[in-house]
Each structure stands twice: as structure tokens, then as C-alpha cells.
């Protein structure tokens, strides 16, 4: 029920925005979670990139700080990431989840940055 989109192919120095909606969430069960952005390159683990309460309070692990924002839609049920100076380490099938990763994953929308 998590609906990821947004990725692509993008030259080192540029811009995407992701989004993930929660199709089949009632607001009532999205609008108070933490939800998260994760990220999984391959042959590693999939690891956290940042985080939004239900208060709008955020959260960013070191290597995106100052680059990514994340964002959340209640009415929408969508959340975002706006993602700027993107490097060719930020390569990486980009996945949402609640910070407790209690809901189904989506199949992921990957985000390719070439040198």
C-alpha cells in the first residue's frame, strides 16, 4: 500500500523530489506515525535517511544534512523528500516506511546519480 515514485537518472549537482503515498491508509492511521525515508544501494543494507513526526519535527542522518528535506501531505497521505546537491553515493532504491517500519514496503523508486 505504499506507493513510491519520483526516482530517475540525474547528473551529480542536481535535484529530485520523491514522494510515497499511502494508498490505502485511512488518514486517521497516517496522520499520527513517524514516517521515514530509507535507502538500500546494492549490496547493503537498507539504512535510514530521514524522518518526520506527526508534528512536523524532523530528522536527517549526517550525509544528507543541509541536502535533503522531508516533507509530509496528511490530507494527501503522501510524504516527500526534496533531495539537492545529489552524489553518485546517494545511488540507491529510496523506500518509506514508518520509522518502526510496521507497514508493508513498497517496491521502491530508484534514484541513479552519475558523475
Known amino acids: 500500500q505504499l506507493v513510491e515514485s519520483g526516482g530517475g537518472l540525474v547528473q551529480a549537482g542536481g535535484s529530485l523530489r520523491l514522494a510515497c503515498r499511502a494508498q490505502r491508509m485511512i488518514l486517521s492511521t497516517f496522520s499520527p506515525l513517524t514516517w521515514a525515508w530509507y535507502r538500500q544501494a546494492p549490496g547493503k543494507e537498507r539504512e535510514l535517511v530521514a524522518s518526520?513526526?506527526?508534528?512536523?519535527?524532523?530528522d536527517y542522518t549526517e550525509f544528507v544534512k543541509g541536502r535533503f528535506t522531508i516533507s509530509r501531505d496528511n490530507g494527501k497521505k503522501t510524504l516527500y523528500l526534496q533531495m539537492n546537491g545529489l552524489k553518485p553515493e546517494d545511488t540507491a532504491a529510496y523506500y518509506c516506511?514508518?520509522?518502526?517500519?510496521?507497514?508493508?514496503w513498497g517496491q521502491g523508486t530508484q534514484v541513479t546519480v552519475s558523475s
Open positions: 518526520i513526526d506527526s508534528r512536523g519535527m524532523t
Open positions: 516506511n514508518t520509522l518502526d517500519k510496521s507497514v508493508t
